[in-house]
């Protein structure tokens, strides 16, 4: 149980362009869902909670308006990153929290998106 | 100022060879929980230690959470090739309800 896949795995686009990364919980409703972004050889960087039916929260110094967060089903969230440039390039995670083994705040993550931007 | 502080950050050994990688912080925890990661995929839960003292295995892991509940330690027995990865710990301190990660330990086991 408890499995979060990532559509796609890995993408490249052209500077400018946007691009969006989507997030599921296949086995379970995930209330809250969270995208990380992760620099080679680095720890995880939370970027924001995303909450079913409300509007992100986003971590000190992310932007908004350039990674817009949608989570409009209880199995799905999406990120969107508007206006790529190439310091976007990055692999971003999402993770979601199972409600019924949340008690110790564990969180299930997906495989990952590798970024790119050309 | 990183909250949970992992030791060491690299780590290169060989088969066979045991090893302890410890997570500590100056807060206090109600839970730490291990992750591995493999490069190129997701963090992957192992274990969540949840009360001061505890240990908890997981056939040739062995995972402690401090008495004190702001530290915790992971030991290797016998490292195989297949435990390459980045380890990282994770928790919620007391009164918040979101993880803080530490930087990882990149374990790296050669045959």
């Known amino acids: 149980g408890a499995v979060v896949s990532q559509h796609p795995s890995w993408v490249i686009c052209k500077s400018g362009t946007s691009v969006k990364i989507e997030c599921r919980s296949l086995?379970?409703?995930?209330?809250?869902m969270f995208w990380y972004r992760q620099f080679p050889k680095q720890s995880l960087m939370l970027m924001a909670t995303?909450?079913?039916?409300?509007?992100?929260?986003?971590e000190q110094g992310v932007e908004k308006d350039k990674f817009l967060i949608n989570h409009a089903s209880l199995t799905l969230s999406t990120l969107t990153v508007t206006s790529a440039h190439p310091e976007d390039s990055s692999f971003y995670i999402c993770s979601a929290r199972d409600p019924q083994h949340n008690i110790n705040y564990e969180q299930y993550f997906g495989p990952g998106t590798r970024l790119t931007v050309t | 100022t990183q909250l949970l502080e992992q030791s060491p950050q690299f780590l290169s050994i060989q088969e066979g060879e045991n090893l302890t990688v410890y997570c500590n912080s100056s807060s206090v925890f109600s839970s730490l929980q291990w992750y591995r990661q493999e490069p190129g995929e997701g963090p992957v839960l192992l274990v969540t230690v949840v009360t001061g003292g505890e240990v908890k295995k997981l056939k040739r892991l062995t995972f402690q959470f401090g008495d004190a509940r702001k530290d915790s330690s992971l030991h290797i027995t016998a490292a195989q090739p297949g435990d390459t990865g980045l380890y990282l710990c994770a928790g919620a301190p007391s009164g918040y309800s979101t993880l803080t990660f530490g930087k990882g330990t990149m374990l790296l086991v050669s045959p």
């Open positions: 995303s909450n079913e039916g409300s509007k992100a929260t986003y």
């Open positions: 086995d379970f409703q995930a209330t809250t």
